[in-house]
């Protein structure tokens, strides 16, 4: 199975700053390579699909970048209501797989 | 589209529970669904599809005791999960595919269904 190791596991940031959380894949998955956001009591949220694709509804703040192995979000100006957990997925081979999560927290 | 699970529950080690998944706001059988579940404090774990053509994949860590089904004229999706143990002690999601073939990311996920196994 891809393994994927999201680093940091929590960061702390101050409103307006801009963040860059990373994703590493245990072998290449191209670019299938997707983001979800996770408030507390709620189900994921598709953020950004293939590495860099945008989804509809979703701010334009939250930007995508990598290949192959080493993957980034990141968050242009984070703002309070971005105060969740990111995780990253792969689809590139089956079992589909989930990082353990970045958390961002108040400074 | 809206997606609906339930079913869950606390539940006893070596038991079986049968989950369920109620679609509306689309062609249900038009698309294929997944179960993925997150135990607390982790994160989602893919755990099984089924096609719209009735075609089935599974985590290798639940294909001898899980069973996913769908009944399109209900509407409705299942799961159905044996020989319980505490690993199992997770939220369930259903999601639906984008598109009307395998899709590798999950743009829509129902509310999930707790499911807690303990004695």
């Known amino acids: 199975d891809v393994v994927l190791t999201q680093s940091p596991a929590t960061l702390s940031v101050t409103p307006g700053e801009r963040i860059s959380l990373s994703c590493r894949a245990s072998e290449s998955v191209d670019t299938y390579l997707h983001w979800y956001q996770q408030k507390p009591n709620e189900s994921p949220r598709l953020l950004i699909k293939?590495?860099?694709q945008s989804i509809s509804g979703i701010p334009s703040r939250f930007s995508g970048s990598g290949s192959g192995t080493d993957f980034t979000l990141s968050i242009n100006g984070v703002a309070l209501e971005d105060l969740s957990v990111f995780y990253c997925?792969?689809?590139?081979?089956?079992?589909?797989?989930f990082g353990a999560g970045t958390k961002l927290d108040l400074k | 589209v809206q997606l609906v699970e339930s079913g869950g529950g606390l539940v006893q080690p070596g038991k079986s529970l049968k989950l369920s998944c109620s679609a509306s706001g689309f062609t249900f059988s038009s698309y294929g669904m997944h179960w993925i579940r997150q135990a607390p404090g982790k994160g989602p774990d893919w755990v099984a599809y089924?096609?719209?053509?009735?075609?089935?994949v599974y985590a290798d860590a639940v294909k001898d005791r899980f069973t996913i089904s769908r009944d399109n004229a209900k509407n409705t999706l299942y799961l159905q999960v044996n020989s319980l143990n505490s690993e199992d002690t997770a939220i369930y999601y259903c999601a639906r595919d984008y598109s009307s073939y395998m899709t590798n990311w999950f743009p829509y996920w129902g509310q999930g269904t707790l499911v807690t196994v303990s004695s």
């Open positions: 997925q792969q689809g590139h081979s089956l079992p589909f797989t």
């Open positions: 293939y590495v860099s």
């Open positions: 089924i096609s719209s053509t009735s075609g089935i």
